[in-house]
């Protein structure tokens, strides 16, 4: 089972988390990766579509539609911590899906320019760019006590871990 988690602004000037947000992660990966298929064919045909080199525009495709996601994990005795550099987004780009052995930070932000002479328009510029980062965790985690606050460009996310498997002792009848 897993948990989504969707981060929202609160009045104070920090974040909030909203439980339950019902996502779909398998339907924005599956998203993402036709994106960067379709990027690497263009890839492809830029190349004359000649055989080798599907591995390189596949990755060049990648870099460009997913920004690399640096983050810092740390660990105490009741939680891991997370801080994840996420600069540029605001709390409505972000999800963060939480999963026993799991957490998954998905981004996605468009930007639009444009300039304007009277009624005519000059310059015009659209641009997006897509974030996404799974962690697989050495422990479980309790994912309905998944907290994530966004401050300045940094996502930090607070990892309950879950309690220890507990031994039973065995009794004859």
């Known amino acids: 089972m897993s948990t989504s988690v969707a981060i929202q602004p609160s009045t104070a000037g920090r974040t909030m988390i909203e439980f339950p947000r019902i996502s779909n992660i398998f339907e924005d990966f599956d ?9 690497a064919f263009g890839f492809f045909e830029q190349r004359g579509s000649s055989n080798g080199g599907a591995w390189d525009d596949w990755l060049r495709a990648e870099s460009e539609l997913l920004k690399q996601v640096p983050i810092e994990i740390s660990e105490s005795d009741d939680n891991y911590t997370i801080r994840a550099e996420v600069p540029g987004y605001s709390v409505k780009d972000l999800t963060v ?5 799991s957490i998954c930070v998905h981004g996605k932000r468009e930007q639009q320019k444009e300039e304007k002479t009277g009624k005519e328009i000059k310059y015009s510029e659209v641009s997006a760019s897509e974030l996404c980062r799974r962690i697989d965790l050495p422990r479980s985690i309790n994912p309905d006590r998944v907290t994530a606050d966004l401050t300045n460009g940094v996502l930090k996310l607070t990892l309950p871990k879950a309690a220890p498997p507990k031994t039973i002792e065995v009794k004859a009848a």
């Open 97 to 101: 899906q939480a999963e026993p052995n």
């Open 31 to 39: 998203a993402l990766t036709k994106a960067i298929a379709q990027r």
